[in-house]
């Protein structure tokens, strides 16, 4: 459990073989996005510097999102 204040944003991101892979293809190495969303608050990651195969199943997350008060 957790709380935001006001606004904000949450962001995935992974920490694979030394590299760290964020939701922004800007802040990646390889200027790739390693995240794709797979639905309501659900993602799929891609794991490999580069791209790899590109199927963003290597690990899946999603989230429970309830209403902020």
């Known amino acids: 459990d957790f709380s ?15 590299y760290t892979f964020f939701a922004f293809a800007d802040a990646n190495a390889d200027g790739l996005s390693h995240f794709r969303s797979l639905g309501a608050n659900l993602f799929g990651l891609e794991d490999q510097l580069g791209g790899g195969d590109l199927d963003f199943d290597d690990h899946i997350v999603g989230f429970n999102i309830t209403e902020l008060s």
């Open 4 to 18: 935001l204040q006001d606004t904000g944003t949450f962001a995935p991101f992974a920490q694979v073989n030394g």
